[in-house]
């Protein structure tokens, strides 16, 4: 596979399905209405997908409560539904040439990526989830008197899935992993942008043998998401995305009262001390901010340089970023393809636009890349300051700020002047120093020495303005399951 990849583009692949899947059929929508899902290299259409409303939606609940409630699913011993997960993982194994095409169709992120990093963490997220469906448990509680008191674990229900387009596999397993491994049954909403890969997954849930209503997939816009919200037969929504439309969804979910748990924005501060390895410190901060286009919630946007190597980092950076290929995301020499969309495209431009006019030093990029497709320069702003606009909010694209700092207690204070709490790195020698910052920065996760480094072990998610609740690792669990407490007399 490798051999090819390195020769020749991979194909674009076969679009197989465009339609809702609901209790175990492929369906158009109700009203028949359709959208469009673009290839952001060449703007062009890939194909027609149907759109939600309110009714299909409903219908979905209905059948995630049916397979819920009775029924194959609902009796299904949990170590068979780690086994349908284990099988689920195996099928997109054997397709996983064809998976990472439609990522690279309908995201632009570069072949590379996909095959290499979304895929097998994908597989991988699946297969450990698997491992857990039969190890979810609950205690046995010495209370005072003569009882007997334990305590379960139980699915929580039918679990509303909203999800976004940076990795549009890869948080399917996100969410699908925890939830079925939990017992608990699915309305999915993948993004309006990126509704491809989720299908093709869903599709192969079915051969994999997930009972009919277990999974629902339900494509469309943000009403199709806020449909999910409002019923009043969701017993939980998870979602990962912008921190604003989080806020939307914690209010309007307060109607019913549903679980929530929200994976939001960042605008995370890379902290790079003079003592570190530079070179490897200048590869952390470029893979860091750039790695997806610059399209992760946990980007290292924020990039703080200790003075004293200041000069010397930047330029290496600099160095990287402009020989950074960008291109066709289907070629397997390209590492940088293009942004998602028009509308992320224009929001990043004018970031550029604000960066410069408010005196940051633009080093390399700053502009659109090629006259086709939504491509954007790989851009670094120096001598950023901490009030500017490309300091404090989430560009979600290419663009790096450095900001130079002198000691260790500014940095700290520095990094945590923001609403966002997602995630941080240390590059240093010291150890006392890397802990010493990872005890104190207000994030979900801090990398030392290293970045982007997931687990489908390690969990991940957002202090502040960058969340509630924890994705992966066994903390997921807890997103999917009611604690009931059982105390029986034995008098
Ligand atoms: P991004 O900013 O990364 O595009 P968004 O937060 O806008 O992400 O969208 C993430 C997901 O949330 C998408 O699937 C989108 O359709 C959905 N969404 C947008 N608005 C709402 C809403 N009001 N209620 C529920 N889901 C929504």
Known sequence: MSATLETAPVARPQIRRNQLLINGEWCDSVRGETFATYHPATEEKITDVAQANAEDVDRAVKAARRAFEEGEWHDMDARDRGALLLKLADLIEQNIVELAALETLDNGKPIIDALNADLPLVIDCLRYYAGWADKIKGDTIPVRGNYFCYTRREPVGVVGQIIPWNFPALMVAWKWGPALAAGCTIVMKPAEQTPLSCLRMAELAMEAGFP????????????????????????????????????????????????????????????????????????????????????????????????????????????????????????????????????????????????????????????RWGDKGFFVEPTVFDNVTDDMDIATDEIFGPVMSVLPFREFDEVIERSNKTFYGLAAAVWTRDIAKAHSLAAKVKAGTVWVNCYDVFDAAAPFGGFKMSGIGRELGEAALANYTELKTVTMSLD
């Open 212 to 367: 009919p209503g277990v999974i629902n997939v339900v494509c469309g816009f943000g009403e199709t998401g806020a449909a999910i919200v409002a019923h009043s037969d969701v017993d939980k929504v998870a979602f990962t995305g912008s921190t604003e439309v989080g806020q939307i969804i914690m209010r309007d979910a307060a109607q019913t009262l549903k679980r929530v748990t929200l994976e939001l924005g960042g605008k995370s501060p890379n902290v790079v001390f003079a003592d570190c390895d530079i070179e490897a410190a200048v590869q952390g901060a470029e893979f860091g901010l750039f790695f997806n286009q610059g399209q992760c919630c946990c980007a290292g946007s924020r990039v703080f340089v200790e003075e004293s190597i200041h000069s010397d980092f930047v330029e290496r950076l600099v160095d990287r970023a402009k020989n950074r290929q960008l291109g066709d995301p289907f070629s397997p020499a390209t590492a940088q393809g293009p942004q998602v969309d028009k509308d992320q495209f224009e929001k990043i431009m004018g970031y550029i636009e604000r960066g410069k006019s408010s005196g940051a030093d633009c080093r390399t990029g700053g502009g």
